[in-house]
Each structure stands twice: as C-alpha cells, then as structure tokens.
C-alpha cells in the first residue's frame, strides 16, 4: 500500500532524465533533474509544516512541467 504523504516526481520533462528534491541551506527546495540540471524554482519554508507544504508545491511545480532550462551558449 502506498503512503499518502509520498512526494511522486515524474520524469524531466526537458529530458525524462530523474528529478530529486534538493534542499539548500535548510531554508529552500526546489525539484532538480540529475541529468540535464532543469530545475524548479526555490521556494522556501521556516518550519516542518512550511518544508512539507514547499516539497508538494516544487514536486507539483515539477510534474506540470514548469522548470527553468538553460540551452548551451545562454
């Protein structure tokens, strides 16, 4: 049976590459993919309920597909 507070990230959507949660400074999250470096914006939290509610949006924010690309020479 499936845990209701597993956070799902679905394939990059630049390269279908693996996206991972990555937290920086204990203060912000974003969804990065592993490889091409596509990545959601930060959102930062101050406290676990804050954390939690920034993990869903940056993995929602992932799954629809909104994540910053640079294209080599930009």
């Not at 993990?55 to 080599?72: F, H, S, Y």
Request: aromatic letters at 6%; charged letters at 30%; a negative charge.
């Amino acid at each position: 049976m499936e845990n209701k507070d597993t956070i799902i990230l679905e394939d990059c959507p630049s390269c279908r590459g693996t996206g991972v949660l990555s937290h920086e400074g204990g203060w912000n999250v974003q969804v990065e993919c592993l490889d091409c470096g596509a990545h959601t914006v930060y959102v930062e939290y101050k406290t676990a309920a804050e954390k939690e509610r920034a993990e869903r949006q940056v993995a929602l924010l992932w799954n629809m597909g909104k994540v910053i690309k640079l294209d080599p020479g930009e």
